[in-house]
């Protein structure tokens, strides 16, 4: 049986997996060709130190996962990254406790850099750090 993290880790994978146009990917290494609709990859983060009650006995939790969002393209470059990570936001906006599986989900701001290689057009990339706070009945 999975843990609480993992069931709400993979409930928003799934939720980023069912967006049409971007590649979606899981704790992977960045790939070596954008595709035109981008790409999203979900990083598991850090649950961090969790509150704690004893009865009954409840780990309460503010993870923080992390979705590396990257767009390369000759031109339009800006437009597609807004609307990809706006298209994020609401992906998280529509269900904000995936399900019931969370007491809620929040998406911050990006953290966005430009990444040049040689040779190719430059990737607009951010982290979009998400916050996710749930118990759980253990700590593993």
Known sequence: ????????????????LAMSGPLVLRNE????????GGVLILRDGDPGEPEVTLS???YFYS???????????DAG????????????????????TLGGLCDWI?????ETVEIA???????KAAVLPVLIDYAAASPV
């Open 56 to 58: 009954p006995l409840r």
């Open 117 to 123: 290689a040689e040779g190719t057009e430059p990737v």
């Open 1 to 16: 049986m999975p843990s609480t993290r993992e069931t709400v880790l993979a409930a928003l994978f799934s939720r980023l």
């Open 63 to 73: 993870h923080r996962a992390e979705i590396d969002v990257l767009v390369q393209a």
């Open 77 to 96: 470059r800006d437009t597609a990254f807004d609307a990809l990570t706006a298209s994020v936001g609401a992906v998280i906006a529509a269900d904000r």
């Open 29 to 36: 290494a960045l790939p070596v060709r954008i595709p035109a």
């Open 106 to 110: 929040e998406i911050q701001a990006p």
